[in-house]
């Protein structure tokens, strides 16, 4: 399974940084800087990943445990940020919200096979991913102005068809067949976009443009798996019929 994955995971971030380097051709030389040194920290996350689904369950779980804490410190410190009066009234609510996703996918690591886990972590990836690259490359119309102003309709459509793409080419992890593995792609794309433009709204809310800077080029741990937790936690649901 390792090699498989590893193989594709290389081609993958080698077509993505080929698109980069496409947008890259009207960038400064300081936003090149950035991108590729948030390229090569996604790498590292992502192979991360796939390091502790190697070790098992046990490792996933403690792995997502830990994003989900840091994650949990950063919300509150980003409610510091705000409105105090605004920030008292939706901490409660927000970190509620929070905690119930957190724990959906705490869960469905420690419950579905180590496969499955990787499986939907490397299609929301992909969503993140290529929808970044679309989006700077062909996005022309926003997609929720009012919450993030940089994402597009043709960056949700680009991240959609390589989670799509994704879930139809890993399909032999969880044993699925094409009209499963399309039925996945595309709900965990949706989940993600949602999880994503709910973080968004957040740091919009309390005027802050990352939540910490824990991973280099990434932001905080928030920036970086907030497509997950709203993933995970529909991926839990779908353990109990698609996913094992």
């Known amino acids: 399974m390792i090699s498989t994955l590893l193989l594709f995971t290389a081609t993958s971030f080698s077509v993505g940084a080929a698109g980069l380097r496409w947008v890259d051709r009207r960038s400064s030389p300081e936003r090149r800087r950035e991108r590729r040194v948030k390229l090569a920290g996604y790498f590292a996350v992502v192979h991360a990943v796939l390091f502790c689904a190697w070790l098992g369950r ?11 804490a840091v994650g949990g ?3 509150v410190r980003a409610h510091g940020c705000g409105d105090r009066r605004v920030a008292m009234r939706s901490l409660a609510a927000t970190l509620g919200c929070y905690g119930a996703l957190a724990a959906g996918l705490v869960a469905f690591a420690l ?6 886990t990787v499986y939907v972590y490397l299609i ?5 991913g290529f929808s970044q690259v679309a989006g700077e490359s062909l996005g022309r119309r926003r ?6 102003p940089n994402k597009t309709i043709e960056g ?5 068809f390589a989670a799509v793409s994704t879930a139809v080419a890993l399909r032999s992890l969880p044993q699925l067949d094409w009209a499963a593995a399309t039925s996945v792609g595309a709900l965990t794309a949706a989940a993600a976009l949602g999880g994503d433009l709910a973080a968004s709204w957040v740091k919009r809310r309390n005027g802050i443009k990352d939540f910490g800077t824990l991973l280099p080029g990434q932001g905080g741990a928030l920036d970086r798996f907030d497509s997950l937790l709203l993933a995970g936690s529909a991926a839990q649901m779908l353990s109990r019929t698609i996913l094992p």
């Open 111 to 116: 419950t579905s096979a180590p496969a499955s």
């Open 73 to 75: 410190a950063e919300l």
């Open 124 to 128: 929301v990836a992909a969503f993140d």
């Open 58 to 68: 046990a490792a996933l779980g403690t792995l997502f445990l830990g994003v989900a």
């Open 156 to 160: 949700a459509l680009g991240g959609l």
């Open 143 to 148: 997609l929720a102005p009012r919450v993030s």
